[in-house]
């Protein structure tokens, strides 16, 4: 049976965030600047942890004239939805881009993907039909790594799986030129674990897009060169995104703060709040886009629940053990909109108990 609750307020909903982010910040992981931009255009957040105004937080974001350090062809690795999205967002910006894949046919449908997607921008307002053609005609595919070769970097973005990972790291690294960076697109992974059989003098990166890329301005960074983080941070800007530094950690800084407070919300279910309170704290009181158990409906049961073990692996913070209800609608299917059912979507949190 649950235990009855006080009143449930904002603060006790988010306070266990808070206190993650000041640890964040006492510990040089991130800056109070990142952390709130991080989670002000990462997770929606109309301020951040620490109250930075928008002044304080975008006003050196100007891009530059002529200042892109990684001038001609990005190179992407993928075919996959986050891989088009980041090949699009950077085409956007008319930097063109070529998109690697294992096979003719994963390329022709990835290429086929990104132009039904600007065919729909079209139709709803958003793009001309002559800038989604100019959009489409940077974007180039190929089967073949030794078509990278002349990239300043190269931008991994397929399967959130580390061997998967490591062993296309090892490849690209054997294949390419020195000159190549090699960077990464995961926060489920520290990229010391991502890169780990790549050989010394290799510059290497994660530049962590957020789903959807085209549309999503935030970047986050992680490298432990302070040459390559300029070099980042500088084309971030060209590309139209923000950048933060983030330091090495399963989840980089948004996914850090945002699933553990995900995680809370659940065990304030536990206590005894409704669905309801949670909800209306989140939105009305925080002014969040969306409730925490909305979210995860959202996300997934069975993302949260991953990216929470993966976290908790590497963390010994109990509050990164997944809520028991959490493990309960996982072990019952009951996975949020992908299965119809979940804490908001249908009852399926009901079937949980």
Known sequence: MQAKTSVLTGSTLISGLLDDARRMSASAFASPRDIDVAMRLGAGYPIGPFGLTTAELFGEQE????????????????????????????????????????????VSA???????????????????????????????????FGELATSPVVIEAVVEDLA????????????????????????????TEVVDGVGAGRATLALHFFNPAPRMRLVEIVTGDAALMAEATEWVRTI?????????????????????????????????????????VATAELGQPMGP????????????????????????????????????????????????SGFVVGTGIEGAR
Do not use: C
């Open 164 to 191: 998967v990972k490591q062993d296309l790291f090892a490849l690209l690294d054997a294949t390419l030129p020195r000159s190549v960076r090699l960077a990464t697109n995961t926060s489920s992974f520290r990229l």
């Open 240 to 280: 139209d995104k923000v950048s933060v530094a983030s330091g090495d950690q399963r989840g980089f800084i948004v996914n850090r703060l945002l699933i553990p407070y995900l995680n809370d919300s659940v065990r304030e279910l536990e206590r005894g709040a409704t669905v309801e309170q949670i909800e209306n």
């Open 63 to 106: 891009i530059l004239a002529d200042a892109n350090p990684w001038s001609g062809s990005i190179g992407v690795v993928g075919t996959g939805h986050m891989a088009t999205g980041i090949a699009e967002a950077i085409a956007r910006a008319g930097q063109p881009v070529v998109l690697w894949g294992r096979s003719a046919a994963s």
């Open 293 to 340: 158990l909305t979210l995860i409906d959202l996300i997934g049961i069975d993302v949260t629940v991953a990216a929470l073990n993966s976290m908790s692996q590497q963390d010994p913070d109990p509050r990164l053990r997944p809520a028991s209800t959490l493990e309960r609608m996982l072990a019952a299917g009951i996975l949020g909109r992908k299965s119809g």
């Open 110 to 144: 990835a290429l086929e993907g990104v132009a039904s997607r600007l065919a729909t921008s079209v139709a709803r307002g958003r793009d001309t039909e002559e800038g989604a053609a100019e959009v489409r005609s940077r974007i180039r595919g190929t089967t073949e």
